[in-house]
Nanobody, 115 residues
């Protein structure tokens, strides 16, 4: 059974940084491309980033390009999202999921960007 547990969210001022983590279990993590997605109240799921199974290639939504960096440590079955230069519009619940399978996402971690 796929289990994904996100952590690292919190309250941060605009311009600040956070690093999110996603601990994976129940599947061979290193075999799968992974995604970060987010959701704000009243809006649907928004794709944020994807990273390939080996961690050598990542892609980003235009809204976060140049500010967010996805990475992974396959020895620890962990996915990361480094978020810099945060903006109020980045406020959302952030989820990790197997790429293309948003229904595998975990419980999410709340990021709140406000002064």
């Amino acid at each position: 059974e796929v289990q994904l547990v996100e952590s690292g969210g919190g309250l941060v001022q605009p311009g600040g940084s956070l690093r999110l983590s996603c601990q994976a279990s129940g599947f061979t993590f290193s075999d799968y491309h992974m995604s970060w997605i987010r959701q704000t109240p009243g809006k649907g799921l928004e794709w944020v980033s994807a990273i390939d199974s080996g961690g050598g290639s990542a892609s980003y939504a235009d809204s976060v390009e140049g500010r967010f960096t996805a990475s992974r440590d396959n020895t620890k079955n962990t996915l990361y999202l480094q978020m810099n230069s945060l903006k109020p519009e980045d406020t959302a619940v952030y989820y990790c999921a197997l790429k293309g399978y948003s229904d595998t996402r975990g419980q999410g971690t709340q990021v709140f960007v406000s002064s």
